[in-house]
């Protein structure tokens, strides 16, 4: 098993710039998430899934948007990138019944 | 809101014993979890404790909750250089979104 794989590892974009991270699991988990993380602060909720088909906004939401059309795959999306977003996104999943939650490896995004 | 709050920074000698400490404030946290990352690297987890145990010990590191003050602390034993890293306390509930929301982190410096 992969566990959760992120791709890309890194990226560099300019302001207004648009991308889309994906985040993709092998473990068939109901649950995933993209949090980021910023210098001297813990990670941070964006958007999350509790299922295929479904998401919803976390605590820091604005600016991104997020798809999950299969159940394996969690896309962030970056529609017009701002500085302010400079930062490291993780990706997470986790199943039902299971007290853990599993990182990606994360993606380091800066913003010119 | 949820929060989760740690010291930033801690020093010890190696061979020395490591607490971290943390405090969060939902009342409905059901798991809390400790979490290493070290420079560059995604998160490791640690271990976690369920909210109705006082204390869990995994070899060298010891966990200690006390509910009543919703205070968790993490002890290592025996600090290596390697353990130098930062450390995050997490809480999730076991219902709803299941997100985790994590403290700031605390940076162990391990001296020779």
Known sequence: NAGVTQTPKFRVLKTGQSMTLLCAQDMNHEYMYWYRQDPGMGLRLIHYSVGEGTTAKGEVPDGYNVSRLKKQNFLLGLESAAPSQTSVYFCASRGLSINEQFFGPGTRLTVL | ???????????????????????????????????????????????????????????????????????LSLRIADTQTGDSAIYFCAETSDTGRRALTFGSGTRLQVQP
Request: proline share 1%.
């Open chain 2, 1 to 71: 809101g949820e929060d989760v709050e740690q010291s930033l920074f801690l020093s010890v000698r190696e061979g020395d014993s490591s607490v971290i400490n943390c405090t969060y404030t939902d009342s409905s946290s059901t798991y809390l979890y400790w979490y290493k990352q070290e420079p560059g690297a995604g998160l490791q987890l640690l271990t976690y404790i369920f909210s109705n145990m006082d204390m869990k010990q995994d070899q060298r590191l010891t966990v200690l909750l006390n509910k009543k003050d919703k205070h």
